[in-house]
Nanobody, 113 residues
Framework: QEQLVESGGGLVQPGGSLRLSCAAS????????VGWYRQAPGKQREFVAF???????NYADSVKGRFTISRDNAKNTVYLQMNSPKPRDTAVYYC???????WGQGTQVTVSS
């Protein structure tokens, strides 16, 4: 059974930086489209970014220019670099492997001074 594990969440000040990681137990990420999503309290889960196996990326307008998604296929890991986070970015962040529909358990990100 493939598993995705997110890590790197925590408390960060507005304007700081944080890098989230999404690692897989097997090879599910290797040729997959991988996305990051987030869910704030009382809100629906929303799209943040995705990256294709070839490295093409797409971002939600709310994070464009501040967040960067990348992947290291040798490490079977996808990253989300969060620069200049804002309080409204506070949420549980999840990664998703599109083909197969795999989700991680999420990692909490809190942006606060």
């Amino acid at each position: 059974q493939e598993q995705l594990v997110e890590s790197g969440g925590g408390l960060v000040q507005p304007g700081g930086s944080l890098r989230l990681s999404c690692a897989a137990s097997g090879t599910v990420l290797a040729r997959n489209v991988v996305g990051w999503y987030r869910q704030a309290p009382g809100k629906q889960r929303e799209f943040v970014a995705f990256i294709t196996s070839g490295g093409s990326t797409n971002y939600a307008d709310s994070v464009k220019g501040r967040f960067t998604i990348s992947r290291d296929n040798a490490k079977n890991t996808v990253y989300l670099q969060m620069n200049s986070p804002k309080p409204r970015d506070t949420a549980v962040y999840y990664c998703n492997a599109v083909y197969g529909g795999f989700w991680g358990q999420g990692t909490q990100v809190t942006v606060s001074s």
